[in-house]
């Protein structure tokens, strides 16, 4: 499905009724179902070309719409802020990047002529990371408690990643 074709079938009601229930479904941690899972949390991976690296590439993982979905309205119940209070200034803050840019502008005007700001980015982070630990924060975390059936749900097993060629296959 696409973002799309699920909003060209929204007009009906029995689909926008049908949507609401997988959806539902989703956020609640209630597809039990194997197969149904597995296509609900398969990836596409586009291997997008890295600016740094001419012979790179870095993978995207593409996520069914319809997970998206849920996730997206899942995410409107957590109070990021409470979450994350000194360090997420991007999500769910109006101009969060443009106070990240300022912090680091005065932090480095501060620091002098000598000091150095150094940038740092975890490769492949997040696969990096256990499964179990990631859940282990979450449910200690009192604020995650509206996504903590979809993170189970999502995070408790591996998802199919699908990779295609230019015709599709």
């Known amino acids: 499905?696409?973002?799309?074709?699920?909003?060209?079938?929204?007009?009906?009601?029995d689909c926008l009724d049908g949507i609401t229930l997988i959806v539902k479904d989703i956020i609640n941690g209630d597809i039990m179902d194997p197969a149904t899972r597995s296509r609900l949390l398969a990836s596409v991976?586009?291997?997008?070309?890295?600016?740094?690296?001419?012979?790179?590439?870095?993978?995207?993982?593409m996520p069914e719409v319809l997970y998206k979905l849920a996730g997206a309205l899942a995410l409107q119940k957590v109070d990021i802020q409470a979450s994350f209070p000194c360090i997420q200034l991007g999500v769910q803050q109006f101009g969060g990047a443009e106070r990240a840019v300022h912090i680091i502008r005065t932090a480095a005007e501060a620091a002098g002529p000598d000091s150095v700001i150094?940038?740092?980015?975890?490769?492949?982070?997040?696969?990096?990371?256990?499964?179990?630990?990631i859940m282990e924060r979450a449910i200690a975390t009192p604020a995650a408690a509206p996504i903590l059936r979809l993170a189970q749900w999502a995070y408790g097993q591996s998802s199919d990643l699908l990779v295609y060629d230019r015709a599709g296959r």
Do not use: H, Y
């Open 1 to 13: 499905w696409t973002a799309e074709l699920l909003m060209m079938i929204c007009d009906d009601g």
């Open 45 to 61: 991976l586009i291997a997008a070309p890295k600016a740094s690296d001419p012979d790179g590439v870095r993978p995207i993982a």
């Open 118 to 133: 150094l940038a740092v980015d975890i490769q492949n982070a997040f696969n990096e990371r256990s499964r179990q630990a």
